[in-house]
Structure formats: structure tokens, C-alpha cells
């Protein structure tokens, strides 16, 4: 369980492109709809409750799933796996590449990654009114 | 002694940065721009790259200017301070939470306030959906084009399928993560070749 926690979250922390909301799309597929740790108002309450407190909504998603599933060592799991695609790629791109947003091919990528994005949330903003 | 001000600094950022990313992302600017850590241009940069990196924005931010002030230790230092005050507040409240649901879970009147929390938050992230939608996102026709094919793909498992196999189809591609690939390998394919 506390494996499939890390790897879930490991998961949603390497696509999750943007801020939080990006990764409310992955967290629905994989915890709602995948593994049905959360029902639809369960999640929806969820979203409630880490966008009240303060710091990264996704890392309060993290917690709140982690706690739920499986106590402290659950939130260990989802915290970690939450943040630790970000901070290896960042040192990865700060050590090595740090002209990668100049690159043009990259540039190209995230110019179709970027409408997607806001594809996935405002799909979720439809998925989200049929679960509750 | 500067760990210890990283260390301050991104408590104090974790601690009240309400809002998710961007909120997060004007706190560190605040931060550093005042203490004279990063330049005006090194700092818009680092929030390029945090945009177009994996990762939540307000994460990969921090783990950068924790790198850029104090090296690898000061990377970590920035990335484990900013989530120790999520993980005292958040804790609490879900504990709370978890008190609250069981005593009153048969309450009207809870069932009702958690009825029209639910409906505040579809408003909220349609909210965000809208926010995302600039020009900056959206540079031309393609950009529409791969919005609606994603769009309508995320939707399609909502409607009643005729047959097992293209059930299976659909919720095949109302994967995020194959549409994230989808859309980078679109982008490549109509804005660099």
C-alpha cells in the first residue's frame, strides 16, 4: 500500500505540468477513478480543504490522501512522491541545462503541452459537477 | 547562517502562501527580490523554467532559488522548509475533518454545508480553467484545436458507451498523463518541424 501510495504519487508529481490545479486531472484518474481510494464527494472535499490551507495544493492533496489511506507513513509516501520528480528534475536543469526554455524544440512541446493543460482542468471542472 | 534564512525565508512562504502556485511564486519574489538574493531577471527565469518543468510551479520555484542562494543543501533546505508548515496545518485540518465527518456524517445540515462547499469548488477550478486561458497558453488556431481534442476525449467516459471494447477505447484516452505526451509530441510535430 504505502508503495503504491509513492509510485501513484511519483506518477502524478512527473506530469503534473503548472501549478496544483494541473494535477487534480492525474489525482482523479488515478485515485478516484483507478484505485477508488476516494469517492467523487470525497474528493471534491478534498480540493476544499487544500486549497483552504496554506502552501502547494498539491502537496495538501498529498497529505490529505496520504493520511487518509494510510496514516503517517502514508503522507510520508504521497509528499514524497509528490515532490521529489520536482526537485530532482530542477537540480537536474539548474546544475545542467539551464538553457532548456530557450531551446526551441522545447519551446515547441510545451506550445502543445500548454493548451492541453488547460484542457484537462476545465474538463475536470465538467467531470467534478457529475460526482458530486 | 544562510541555510538558516533559507530555512526561514521559505517557512515563512510555506506558512502563508495561500492560493497554490502563483500566490507562492509573488511570496518568493518578495523574498528574494528584497534581500537581494536574485536580480529582477534571474528570478522571471527561474519562474520560466518552473512553468515548463514538471512538477507543481510553486515546488519546482523554490527547490531553484534554495539552488541558486545555498547549492544542493540549499535546495533542500528550500524544498523540505516550504512543506513543513503544509504538513502541521494540513495534518490538523484533516484530523478536524475526519472528527467532524464521523460525529456528524447523518446531519442535515453538515450534509448541506459539505453540498454547497463541493459546489463552490467546481466554481473554483473553473475559475482556474478560465485564469489559464491567455494569450500566453493560447497562440494561435492549433492551440485551439489541441484544447477541444483533449477537451472532448476527458469527457467521452461520461457518456453511456455501446459496447465493452469502445468503453475500454475511450477511457484509454481520457488518460492525462497519454494526452500530456500526446499534446508535446502535437507540439513538436506542428510548431518545429
Not at chain 2, 517557512?11 to 502562501?17: M, R
Not at chain 2, 466554481?123 to 497558453?137: G, I, N
Request: proline share 4%; net charge positive; aromatic share 12%.
Amino acid at each position: 500500500m504505502i508503495f503504491q501510495l509513492f509510485w501513484t504519487y511519483i506518477k502524478i508529481g512527473t506530469f503534473t505540468i503548472g501549478g496544483g490545479y494541473a494535477m487534480l486531472p492525474l489525482i482523479e484518474r488515478e485515485v478516484v477513478d483507478k484505485h477508488h481510494w476516494l469517492d467523487g464527494e470525497e474528493y471534491a472535499n478534498m480540493i476544499a480543504l487544500a486549497q483552504a490551507a496554506p502552501g502547494l495544493i498539491a502537496v495538501n492533496s498529498a497529505i490529505f490522501i496520504g493520511h487518509r489511506l494510510a496514516g503517517w507513513k502514508g503522507v510520508l509516501a504521497c509528499v514524497l512522491g509528490a515532490v521529489l520528480p520536482s526537485i530532482i528534475i530542477i537540480l537536474l536543469i539548474a546544475m545542467f541545462f539551464r538553457d532548456i526554455k530557450d531551446n526551441p524544440t522545447i519551446e515547441a512541446i510545451f506550445k502543445g503541452v500548454r493548451p492541453a493543460v488547460v484542457a484537462l482542468i476545465a474538463a475536470t471542472v465538467v467531470r467534478l459537477a457529475t460526482k458530486i | 547562517m544562510q541555510y538558516l534564512l533559507l530555512t526561514y525565508v521559505f517557512l515563512k512562504v510555506g506558512l502563508l502562501g495561500f492560493g497554490g502556485g502563483m500566490a507562492i511564486i509573488s511570496l518568493i519574489q518578495g523574498e528574494v527580490l528584497s534581500r537581494g538574493w536574485l536580480t529582477q531577471t534571474e528570478f522571471v527565469d527561474i519562474v520560466a523554467i518552473s512553468q515548463v518543468t514538471p512538477g507543481p510551479v510553486g515546488m519546482n520555484c523554490a527547490t531553484y532559488v534554495g539552488y541558486a542562494v545555498g547549492g544542493l543543501w540549499g535546495a533542500l533546505v528550500a524544498s523540505v522548509a516550504i512543506v513543513v508548515p503544509s504538513l502541521v496545518i494540513m495534518l490538523t485540518i484533516c484530523y478536524v475533518y475526519d472528527v467532524i465527518r464521523n460525529r456528524f456524517q447523518q446531519n442535515r445540515t453538515f450534509q448541506v454545508t459539505m453540498r454547497i462547499i463541493r459546489i463552490l469548488v467546481v466554481l473554483l477550478v473553473a475559475h482556474a480553467a478560465y485564469t489559464l486561458m491567455t494569450p500566453a497558453s493560447f497562440i494561435d488556431w492549433k492551440s485551439w484545436v489541441i484544447f477541444a481534442v483533449v477537451f472532448i476525449l476527458m469527457l467521452l467516459p461520461l457518456f453511456p458507451q455501446k459496447s465493452t471494447s469502445s468503453s475500454s477505447l475511450t477511457s484509454t484516452f481520457s488518460n492525462p498523463i497519454l494526452l500530456i505526451l500526446l499534446s508535446g509530441l502535437a507540439g513538436w510535430l506542428l510548431y518545429r518541424l
